[in-house]
């Protein structure tokens, strides 16, 4: 190797290093570092969930908007909802259930038209 070539794979050796500590920096933020979410007792002091998205999505008030929203997504887009629902790693029990919902609701809604 050339000196020329030395310090060029030395520079992306220094990029890709101040790179890596970056996204460590960002995916994992010290635990002491107060989120701005509410810290509940699972949550707190380094515990699951530590993303405040996840943090918000698993409270009373993250379930409550997630059930609306699906609750939207079947009423509106039966279609895409079962689309949706095939994807999801849920019980065979719940798929069923949530598949006679929506045929009932759309057999109700072929005879209303």
């Known amino acids: 190797m050339t000196d020329r070539e030395d310090v060029a794979q030395s520079e992306i050796l220094a990029r890709l290093a101040a790179s ?37 999505l698993t409270s009373g008030r993250g379930i409550g908007t997630l059930s609306a929203v699906a609750a939207g997504l079947l009423i509106a887009r039966p279609a895409l909802a079962l689309r949706l629902l095939r994807m999801l790693p849920a019980s065979a029990v719940a798929k069923t259930l949530l598949l006679r919902a929506v045929g009932m609701m759309r057999a109700r809604r072929g005879s209303d038209e």
């Open 20 to 56: 890596r500590e970056e996204l460590r920096r960002v995916l994992d933020p010290p635990r002491g570092e107060a989120g701005g979410a509410a810290q509940d007792g699972a949550a707190g002091a380094g515990g699951f969930p530590r993303s405040r998205i996840m943090q918000m």
